[in-house]
């Protein structure tokens, strides 16, 4: 069985160790190399391995969210490479994930390859990516506020979107098109998971299909029958819901 893999690393000598420790292992094919977290994500959801070298800390992209970022069922084996000290890695040994602790040597790179070698010959990948997911999960509970940036993806690309450039989204069928920087980013995704994950203090659904970033509100308009506009600071008219309307008020009174 040849074991398809990539190796991902910011780092150039990193990825040197890497592929200087797997060329002489008969089985292994290397795939690709990636620099950074976004070529990483666009080579697994085009061409995905059955096995990875991840490192997790990258700048824009770390390796979590690469597998955050990723379908489930695309997931493959994985050997986290990275410099967290013991009591950080105490998540991957509860979720039996392995690692590769900078600096290693041979001999502790060959018991990584090893056991994943192991799981790949157990044929019992989905019992491996369920529990990558609980480590997923868990690492994203540990985490504390929301987030700076958006990955998005559409055809075939891999866009980092800060959030502090967004204005507003709004809901185009089973997608999202997210307004920001005079770019539109199309996405497929709910309103409300994405609702769910930006800041209620920046972010305020003001229709079923339209969140707005409230520093980008410029006026609100009234209309007939007590209706409003949401007028933004770039010329935009969006509708207000009458649902949504107390809220608006509500958040913008704490803005003043």
Known sequence: M???????????LAREKLRGFLETENDIEIVAECRNGQEALEHLESDPPDLVFLDVQMPELDGFEV???LDPAKLPVVVFVTA???YALQAFEVHAADYLLKPYDRERFR??????RRELARDELDEVRAELRRLLD???QRKTGHPERLVIKNSGRVVLVAVADIDWIDAAGNYVKIHAGGEVYQQRETMSGLEDRLDPAQFLRIHRSTIVRLDRIKELQQQFHG???VVLQGGQRLTLSRSYRDRLHEALDHTL
Do not use: G, M, Q
């Not at 893999?5 to 150039?12: H, M």
């Not at 018991?111 to 994943?116: E, Q, T, V």
């Open 138 to 140: 868990e690492v994203e």
């Open 227 to 229: 209706d409003y506009v």
């Open 2 to 12: 040849t074991i398809r893999t990539l190796l991902v690393d910011d780092e150039p």
């Open 84 to 86: 967290f000290d013991r």
């Open 67 to 69: 597998l955050e970022n």
């Open 111 to 116: 018991a990584a390859l090893d056991r994943a």
